[in-house]
């Protein structure tokens, strides 16, 4: 998220403070849509600023730049598929066939192969930004029942707007490190499929 | 072999995408929900599904009831942070015929699409 995103979102989230003893201001205007995914920025229009926008808000930028990441990694990739092939070229020239440097160029290939395993490691890591997301959108669930429980206790105020429709119950539990579930998963898998071929 | 793809985070779409041609499956066509998931099978030539659980529009449980309503032998593999026993279990009833909880390594996606694929 760059400094200019920060703005906006600070700008759109800031809300006057009610004084001691003021009652709590309601919602002028029915609450405006999510931010868009693609852009992260919460739309003008929402009068609002509200958290659970800013946290919408957040998960759109950390997906965009995960996947600017990503085509870097790519990049890196393509760039390593580029230099072994050069690699294999000099390899088969005349003047390369001299033992100690073809070794020294076997090194080099298997350095180029090491980086693009590490290439690959790092792109599977980023599944950390899609489970943060969803723990993030866990968060702004209970945020919304908690605001609209509010809403309800004062009579006063609107309720939040459309909740995303399908949200992950168990994400709380959700692990971090890759295949920490997979035994679990596996165990149920096979159990039911146990049972079915029984009946 | 192609293999349609349905999740709503474009990074996970990709991860995904860059696994299967690591181990050489390079037709791979994608839906960022389970509406978008069934024009894509409407559209033909998928033999394979790998599905995600929550997406907004429709999500992957009702994306695998409304797929197994018109076909009931293409394989379905559900990558979902999903991991209690009960979502298991509800997903194995829908048709899913096998079930990967996120994080995931590589190696996990290609041992489960090896064996649905036999």
Redesign the interface.
Known sequence: MDQTEIDALTVKGAKPKAAKGEPVPSAPKPPAPGPDRGTGQVPPDDPQGHVISELDAVTAVT?RE??KV?DQLDLISSLVGTQQALITGVMQHPGAQDPSVQAAINQVMSAGKDIQNKV?EA?????????T??KLERIVHHLRQIHDYIVELLGTGLKSDTE????????A??????????V??DS??EE??RSQSKD | MKILIVDDSSTMRRIIINTLSRIGYTDVVEGEHGKAGLEKLRQGGVEMIITDWNMPEMDGLEFVQAVRAQNASIPILMVTTNAAKEDIVQALQAGVNNYVVKPFTPDTLKEKIESLLG
């Open positions: 997906e995960t996947n990503m690959y792109m599977d890591l980023m599944q950390f930004q899609d489970i997301r969803q995303r429709p399908s949200i992950s119950r168990t994400i539990s959700t692990g971090t490190v890759p295949d920490e579930k997979r679990h998963a149920v898998v039911y499929k």
